[in-house]
């Protein structure tokens, strides 16, 4: 399972973004701020609006999340830890949903479930 979910295409990205707007409390981070650890249970998903966050597995370099990319989804969807460690490598900006306010927006919004369907199918 991974931590990240792109949002590449830009239909997911208009349904995501416009979806989590009016829920989502927007963070300013300084650059080497863990947002998550491994072998946590998650809290909610980070939208990351602006910066890159590194991903890694046991501490070692996984991959890098960009603008447009949503973190913690796949956990915050399967209940299970974070299986990787969020970390800023940049000053980023980020919109967190906690996880029961987003599980409850997927039943108020059932196009989200569709996207976030394949999201997770693209990791």
Not at 8 to 16: C, I
Not at 70 to 96: E, K, N, P, W
Request: net charge negative; charged share 20%; glycine share 6%.
């Amino acid at each position: 399972m991974s931590a990240l979910s792109s949002v590449k295409d830009e239909r997911y990205n208009s349904v995501v973004a416009d979806s989590l707007a009016a829920y989502e409390k927007i963070e300013t981070w300084p650059s080497g701020k863990v947002l998550f650890r491994e072998g946590v249970e998650p809290t909610g998903i980070y939208f990351l609006h602006s910066g890159d966050v590194d991903l890694s597995f046991s501490s070692k370099p996984l991959l890098s999340a960009h603008a447009g990319e949503i973190l913690g989804l796949t956990s915050v969807m399967s209940g299970y830890a974070h299986d990787s460690t969020a970390t800023t490598r940049s000053t980023c900006v980020t919109g967190f949903v906690e996880m029961n306010q987003f599980l409850r927006l997927l039943d108020e919004k059932p196009a989200l479930w569709l996207t976030v369907l394949r999201l997770i199918s693209s990791n």
